[in-house]
């Protein structure tokens, strides 16, 4: 889906809706629709009829993205199209979510040591698709940029312990932060309850999950429960 405006054309991918960011990525064209690189490739990926070798996505990514270069070509034959009429936005809350999506995006490129452009730009997505409810392991379930940081900030402390008892660490920044993202969404009803009804300080949030499960014990102590089934703790997860 493409918006037409006095001097600008944006495009939005089909599979995500997010906006495509022409600045750091390319357009991809297919069908005539419009698609990011990774999300076309899932698509590609799980089409069954018909069902696409490695080989033949390969071609067709090659392809739509020729054909997204002719898009861009073609968009002065469109700037000066009539405006669309764009609904009243609140510029303070508009401004504020940029913030927080910033926010969030500084701390896990910080805590994962994410430094590609193109990851960045495919977390941005996940997170937009989070907030709006369409990304797919959360059920449909909603959670604001600003939850979603203050939620990895006050649950760090868990979700360093699970990591350390894992049986099967994961070996790379990007996988770790996805699998704790899921970790987060399936805790969200329970954070949310926490945070309303169960205390009023955000220091209490913060080691309430540790503490009740471990009930004070010291993490580090060598003692009878460091033979912990973690797939039993992570059970729902």
Known sequence: MANTGKKVIQYFCEVCNNLIDLKNEDLYTYRNKFYHMDCLTSKLKRSKKPKYTGE???VILEQAKERGKV?????KRHSTSKPVKLPSVNKEAEIKEK??????IDYVSSKYRITSQSEIQRVKRTFTMIKNGTYKRADGQ??????MYNMFCNYEQELNYIHSRLKNPIDTQIALLYYDIVVLINKYSEYIY???HATKNENDIKDFEVSTYLKGRNIEEDDSDDNLDIEAFLEGY
């Open 56 to 58: 033949k996505i390969k």
């Open 71 to 75: 898009t861009r070509r073609n968009e």
């Open 99 to 104: 913030q927080d999506m910033q926010q969030l």
């Open 142 to 147: 909603k959670i604001p940029y600003e939850n």
């Open 194 to 196: 926490n945070k309303n």
